[in-house]
């Protein structure tokens, strides 16, 4: 059976999880909502300083009846990739559905060392019923493993071109359901491949993933823009290599649960995730179930770092507006990577941390995000990225 991989106290799990949730969104939650940003309110409050810096941003924020745009410089450092520098600019335009936003935006960087990456990411809710959403992403650039038995440090090339798009349908208030098409691929130099062969690394080749599969998902959330109260419930397996397209033929299934507890309205919000991921024997080293990076634990720096055929993680996150439009955010979680889900919760890493908020959009909680987290095995991870984790 594809999903007799999940062992039942995962899903015991997951449902606990929720109601926990959801007792104590009920006993702390003072009814808000669906209230958007003003910021007229917010600059009058914050005074003369907001007033300056909201003439700047002016600069490259475009407002019509029916859209915003707007553009910031993305700049950072780092001992991989050099002075990267690009820019990111973010459009919004208005739904027919209440509390959902229509959104693109694009990350285009380049670095003194040579990297090249270029992502589109979309949510778009079209007609009265229909919605897409996915990524689209380019990168070319210095990449990192660990090989060896002592997990030495390996720097590699590496190219990549990958796609996530779903397509779905509202076929009740909070159901949605529909596709979801995945393709990755990866070209590595010829040191690479030598090396991971030598490794016996699925994938050491690297080559073309296709993967098709139905979602389902509840979203009670809201507003799909740093959401503040409701639930986000996704279902989704993915048959990789069907009718015998591609390089690789696995399964994959993933279980994603989201709760938004309001502390104090437009300021507050207390966020909970649980994930469970598993991959079947066969999905290549580099699309394996990831623990960290900057959308999981992210006191694990590369995703790379920590993977498995089966990781779960749950994790939480406060998050705090401060004044005009800066915030920051607390958080903390635990998880494990593994080859299955037999033994879970005997080597669990713990990761914590903490970052800034930026608003980019003057009425939309559209924002730039600034963490920093550790983890209990050491690692750290610093990313600059586009919305909320989750």
Same mark, same amino acid.
């Given at each position: 059976?594809?999903?007799?991989?999940?062992?039942?106290?995962?899903?015991?799990?997951?449902?606990?999880?929720?109601?926990?949730?959801q007792?104590?969104?009920?006993?702390?939650?003072?009814?808000?909502y669906d209230?958007?940003?003003?910021?007229?309110?917010?600059?009058?409050?914050?005074?003369?300083?907001?007033?300056?810096?909201?003439?700047?941003?002016?600069?490259?924020?475009?407002?019509?009846?029916?859209?915003?745009?707007?553009?910031y410089?993305?700049?950072?450092v780092?001992?991989?990739?050099?002075?990267?520098?690009?820019?990111?600019?973010?459009?919004?335009?208005?739904?027919? $559905?209440?509390g #959902?936003?229509?959104?693109? /935006?694009? @990350?285009?960087e380049?670095?003194?060392?040579?990297?090249?990456? =270029?992502? !589109?990411?979309?949510?778009?809710?079209?007609?009265?019923?229909?919605?897409?959403?996915?990524?689209?992403f380019?990168?070319?650039?210095?990449?990192?493993?660990?090989?060896g038995?002592?997990n030495?440090?390996f720097?590699?090339?590496r190219?990549e071109?990958?796609?996530?798009?779903?397509?779905?349908n509202?076929?009740?208030?909070?159901?949605?359901?529909?596709?979801?098409?995945?393709?990755?691929?990866?070209h590595f130099?010829?040191?690479?491949?030598?090396?991971?062969?030598?490794?016996?690394?699925?994938?050491?080749?690297?080559?073309?993933?296709?993967? $098709?599969?139905? #979602?389902?998902?509840?979203? /009670?959330r @809201?507003?799909?823009?740093?959401?503040?109260?409701?639930?986000? =419930?996704? !279902?989704?397996?993915?048959?990789?290599?069907v009718g015998?397209?591609?390089?690789?033929?696995?399964?994959?299934i993933?279980?994603?649960?989201?709760?938004?507890?309001?502390?104090?309205?437009?300021?507050?919000?207390?966020a909970?995730?649980?994930?469970?991921?598993?991959?079947?024997?066969?999905?290549?080293?580099?699309?394996?179930?990831?623990?960290?990076?900057?959308e999981?634990?992210?006191?694990?720096?590369?995703?790379?770092?920590?993977?498995?055929?089966?990781?779960?993680?749950?994790?939480?996150?406060l998050r705090?507006?401060?004044?005009?439009?800066?915030?920051?955010?607390v958080?903390?979680?635990?998880?494990?990577?593994?080859?299955n889900?037999?033994?879970?919760?005997?080597?669990?890493?713990?990761?914590?941390g903490?970052?800034?908020?930026?608003?980019?959009?003057?009425?939309?909680?559209?924002?730039?995000?600034?963490?920093?987290g550790?983890?209990?095995?050491?690692?750290?991870?610093?990313?600059?990225?586009?919305?909320?984790?989750f």
């Amino acid at each position: 059976m594809v999903f007799s991989f999940f062992n039942v106290r995962f899903a015991v799990i997951v449902m606990i999880y929720g109601l926990l949730a959801q007792l104590f969104c009920e006993a702390n939650a003072t009814s808000v909502y669906d209230q958007s940003y003003s910021e007229k309110d917010s600059v009058r409050e914050a005074g003369g300083v907001a007033q300056i810096g909201e003439k700047v941003l002016d600069l490259v924020t475009w407002e019509r009846d029916s859209f915003v745009f707007t553009v910031y410089p993305s700049l950072s450092v780092s001992p991989r990739n050099g002075f990267v520098y690009g820019v990111m600019p973010a459009v919004k335009w208005k739904s027919q $559905l209440e509390g #959902k936003s229509n959104t693109l /935006t694009i @990350n285009a960087e380049t670095s003194t060392k040579g990297m090249l990456q =270029l992502q !589109f990411e979309h949510e778009w809710y079209f007609f009265e019923k229909w919605m897409t959403r996915g990524e689209a992403f380019l990168n070319k650039r210095e990449d990192l493993y660990w090989i060896g038995g002592e997990n030495e440090d390996f720097y590699f090339d590496r190219r990549e071109i990958k796609v996530d798009w779903d397509l779905l349908n509202n076929f009740s208030p909070r159901f949605w359901f529909g596709i979801q098409i995945f393709i990755d691929d990866n070209h590595f130099s010829n040191e690479a491949v030598s090396a991971f062969k030598n490794e016996g690394l699925t994938g050491f080749e690297g080559g073309l993933i296709l993967g $098709l599969g139905p #979602k389902l998902l509840l979203d /009670t959330r @809201n507003r799909t823009l740093a959401p503040q109260s409701g639930m986000w =419930l996704e !279902f989704q397996p993915l048959f990789v290599g069907v009718g015998g397209i591609g390089d690789y033929k696995y399964k994959r299934i993933t279980v994603d649960f989201r709760k938004y507890v309001p502390l104090k309205q437009e300021k507050t919000t207390l966020a909970f995730q649980t994930i469970l991921d598993y991959a079947e024997q066969g999905v290549p080293f580099y699309d394996a179930p990831q623990l960290g990076g900057k959308e999981r634990l992210r006191g694990i720096g590369h995703p790379l770092k920590e993977t498995g055929n089966g990781v779960w993680l749950s994790r939480v996150e406060l998050r705090q507006h401060l004044w005009w439009r800066l915030g920051f955010a607390v958080f903390a979680g635990v998880g494990e990577a593994k080859d299955n889900f037999r033994k879970p919760f005997g080597d669990m890493i713990a990761s914590y941390g903490g970052g800034l908020r930026f608003r980019m959009l003057p009425d939309d909680p559209l924002n730039v995000r600034f963490d920093f987290g550790r983890s209990s095995i050491g690692t750290t991870g610093f990313f600059i990225s586009l919305k909320e984790a989750f």
